[in-house]
């Protein structure tokens, strides 16, 4: 893995000794290496990360993981909204509309070595490797529905979702029943906001309560088009009971 360590960016400040706990998967959505690192960098656009990862695999520390980079914004996880406070953020040169709408091997393959790296470093849990558009999903796309989760939990660097035996899903339905949880979507919400979700304004808000569901969608079903609540109902009860088992 090809690292540099030249290029410098002015958008930071202090963490305020916040302990890092989560790790923000970005795209710049510009159009290549040379437009990211100048965007990230420059001090007019008050953005940065601590890394940029380019289409051929080499890795750019752009701000030390000991300061606060200015790469989530208006975000939310676990009841926290000071998410630069306390993740790394990583950005990875990638468009959808672009030459550069691949997620490269080299790319890849870096950005696991990487993350298992700072995994390693600050004791993160396999739950905290989040996509922006898990801490504002009501705003952010990126990494979206071409990124290869399934290459990060296949490394056992994320979480895997073990099949479900039957008796545990009755018995987490029972205990739904048991706290009058009336609908799916009741449901629904609840879990996601127990996988750390916001989920503040989604029961009075269809709007908001579509994009949640979406950025889920993306995450998890690499989908964006309509999925039944049935397949998101489901797949949240397999991702809850295998939350609630390797929670750290
Ligand atoms: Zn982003």
Same mark, same amino acid.
């Given at each position: 893995?090809?690292?540099?360590?030249?290029?410098?960016?002015?958008?930071?400040?202090s963490?305020?000794s916040s302990?890092?706990?989560?790790?923000?998967?970005?795209?710049?959505?510009?159009k290549?290496?040379t437009?990211?690192?100048?965007?990230?960098?420059n001090?007019?656009?008050?953005?940065?990360?601590?890394?940029?990862?380019?289409?051929?695999?080499?890795?750019?520390?752009?701000v030390?993981d000991?300061?606060?980079?200015?790469?989530?914004?208006q975000?939310?996880?676990?009841?926290?909204?000071?998410?630069?406070s306390?993740?790394?953020?990583?950005?990875l040169?990638?468009?959808?509309y672009?030459?550069?709408?691949?997620?490269?091997?080299?790319?890849i393959?870096?950005? #696991?070595k990487?993350?298992?790296?700072?995994?390693? @470093?600050?004791?993160? $849990?396999? %739950?905290? *490797? =989040?996509?922006?558009?898990?801490?504002?999903p009501?705003?952010? #796309?990126d990494?979206?529905?071409?990124?290869?989760? @399934?290459?990060?939990? $296949?490394? %056992?660097? *994320? =979480?895997?979702?073990?099949?479900i035996?039957?008796?545990?899903?009755?018995?987490?339905?029972k205990?739904?029943d048991?706290?009058?949880?009336? $609908?799916?979507?009741? *449901?629904?919400?609840?879990?996601?906001?127990?996988?750390?979700y916001?989920?503040?304004?989604?029961?009075?808000?269809?709007?908001?309560?579509?994009?949640l569901?979406?950025a889920?969608?993306?995450?998890?079903?690499?989908k964006?088009?309509?999925k039944?609540?049935?397949?998101?109902?489901?797949t949240?009860?397999?991702?809850?009971?295998?939350?609630?088992?390797?929670?750290?």
């Open positions: 893995m090809k690292y540099i360590n030249k290029y410098k960016s002015p958008n930071y400040n963490r305020n302990k890092i706990k989560l790790i923000i998967i970005h795209y710049t959505a510009l290549n290496t437009d990211g690192i100048s965007y990230l960098c001090k007019v656009n008050k953005v940065s990360s601590h890394y940029f990862i380019s289409q051929d695999g080499t890795v750019y520390s752009l030390d000991k300061f606060r980079a200015w790469h989530a914004g975000s939310y996880w676990e009841g926290r909204t000071d998410i630069n306390i993740s790394i953020g990583i950005e040169d990638y468009s959808p672009g030459k550069n709408n691949k997620y490269s091997k080299k790319m393959s870096s950005l #696991k990487l993350l298992i790296k700072i995994q390693k @470093k600050y004791e993160i $849990s396999k %739950n905290h *490797i =989040l996509a922006h558009s898990d801490v504002a009501f705003r952010k #796309k990494p979206g529905k071409h990124f290869p989760w @399934k290459l990060l939990y $296949s490394s %056992n660097i *994320i =979480l895997k979702f073990d099949k035996r039957k008796t545990d899903k009755h018995i987490i339905e205990w739904f048991y706290y009058n949880f009336n $609908s799916k979507k009741k *449901i629904i919400i609840f879990i996601l906001s127990i996988i750390g916001d989920t503040r304004h989604v029961h009075e808000n269809p709007l908001l309560y579509n994009k569901i979406n889920y969608k993306i995450r998890y079903l690499n964006e088009d309509k039944s609540n049935k397949l998101i109902y489901n949240l009860i397999v991702h809850l009971i295998n939350f609630l088992l390797t929670k750290n």
